[in-house]
């Protein structure tokens, strides 16, 4: 035991050493040490877990920020018109619902098309009908059959959102995300908008199917 | 060693001194947002404005929850408060924009949100009529007023800010209204502001 005693007493005498020669080195990684020790105490490094959306019934209002959304359904169909027009392998999943405006200010249109999402959308295609990893649906406006310009505070619209997929059957059920925006200011035009999509919740909402 | 501790004091006082001077700076002067604030030019109801370039002169508001533009309905949650305005330019080519409603609650709803009918520009000596729907909550307050504006961006421009309300209503609500198309009439030669 004495043995092992000379060697302990020089590395500390020769951390010491190096601490006196590097005062503001050492005064730093103590710091970080203490900040180290009182985040691991407070349980700031234990592994996170994981992201669990709240789930939300079909047709409950939501408010996401610029809007209160409403999903009411799901369909897939063959065809949705001209602008969607029957082809080989190509199917049309439509989730319908209502958007409320609630911002002062009108919110863009757009902001409607980013306010829901499919995640579990098997075989996505872009409008090109070219497999996407991205899928962005078209939302339009049920009574003019056209996207919407702007959302006004306190109107309501009845919205599909028009997705394309190529997979030949879809699920029973599949969850619809609601994506909700936080009003900022832009970083470069300094205007305030709606910004940064965000999940908010799910809807797991029936398939249901036509053929023609 | 004393001489040294009055530098770093002297540097330190220095410091705090620039800090506090640049948010005097920035929190006691007027922001940016005031100085490009619209200069608004209030009118009634059938009383023409002169904006730098053009005259205008809103001379009917009406309400109805259903427009028809071009053959097509068009419903609304709400309503469509349909304004109908003259625009002439005594010089040059100029336009009214954009048309927006906004009341006491803040909020602020812009025509064009879903009809296409948009205004062109006036040349000189002629007189324009539009017709602009702005579709609009059932509960807009009668403290609303609308805003005619010369272009899309409002910053440090004129805009007209017209009262809907007449004797504190606001215009009954009617079954459905047309919305016409602009139309072209030769204006009477006004003298040109300043000249």
Known sequence: MGGDGAPARGARARVRAWAARHRLVAAAGAVVAVLTGVTAALGGLAPAEPDTLPERAVGSPLGTGPFTLRVDGLTVVPELGPAYPASPGVRYVVVSGAVTGRSASPVPGSDVAEAVALPELPDPLDAALEPTDAARPDALLLEDGVAPAQVGAGLTYEVVWVYRT?????AASMPVQV???????DNITREVGWFDPTPLATVRVPVERRDG | MRRAWLTRLTATAVVLAGL????????GLSTESVLEDPIEHRAAIGEPVQLRENTVRVFEAARAPTVVEQGLERGSSGRWVVL???????????????????????RLW?????????????????LLTCTAAVEVPEDLRADAVARLAPALDERADAVVVVPLARDGALPAVQER???AAPRFVSAPVEEAPGG
């Open chain 2, 110 to 126: 812009r025509s064009g949100s879903r009809l296409g009918g948009s205004c062109p520009a006036v040349p000189p000596g002629l």
């Open chain 1, 179 to 185: 994506r909700s925006h936080t009003e900022r200011e």
């Open chain 2, 177 to 179: 209204i047309e919305v």
């Open chain 2, 20 to 27: 506090l001077l640049g948010r005097l700076i920035t929190t």
């Open chain 2, 84 to 106: 109908t305005y003259e625009v002439s330019a005594p010089r040059v080519t100029a336009a009214v924009a954009q048309v927006s409603i906004t009341d006491g609650s803040g």
């Open chain 1, 166 to 170: 190529g997979a030949a059957d879809l």
